[in-house]
């Protein structure tokens, strides 16, 4: 069992930025594909990133050129630096992970953090 938890949403202005965290409770997170999704108010979760083994990433057409996803395999947290955002990025925020694989549909992870709320004002 993998317990993810996440940090860092909050309330920014549209251009701003924010970081989220998402901490994993396992000594082999270097094997773990992980992703993030968001779902905002009356929509499906969506697929905004994921990272892989050997620094590969994948971003949604939506947020490419303005979010980075990036990994500490030592501190078994991955990051979501988000730049430029705009106030269609409002939603909850889900970290995911799956044991050797990635994915961007969201039923293929196992494990999934509690979510963390970013708005963004206009």
């Known amino acids: 069992q993998v317990q993810l938890v996440e940090s860092g949403g909050g309330l920014a202005q549209a251009g701003g930025s924010l970081r989220l965290s998402c901490a994993a409770s396992?000594?082999?997170?270097?094997?773990?594909?992980m992703g993030w999704f968001r779902q905002a108010p009356g929509k499906e979760r969506e697929f905004v990133t994921v990272?892989?083994?050997?620094?590969?990433?994948w971003y949604a057409d939506s947020v490419k050129g303005r979010f980075t996803i990036s990994r500490d395999n030592a501190k078994n947290t991955v990051y979501l630096q988000m730049n430029s955002l705009k106030p269609e990025d409002t939603a909850v925020y889900s970290c995911?992970?799956?044991?050797?694989?990635?994915?961007?549909?969201?039923?293929?992870?196992?494990?999934w953090g509690q979510g963390t709320q970013v708005t963004v004002s206009s």
């Open positions: 990272t892989w083994s050997g620094g590969n990433t």
């Open positions: 396992t000594s082999i997170f270097s094997r773990y594909g």
């Open positions: 995911a992970a799956d044991y050797n694989r990635y994915s961007r549909f969201a039923v293929n992870y196992k494990y």
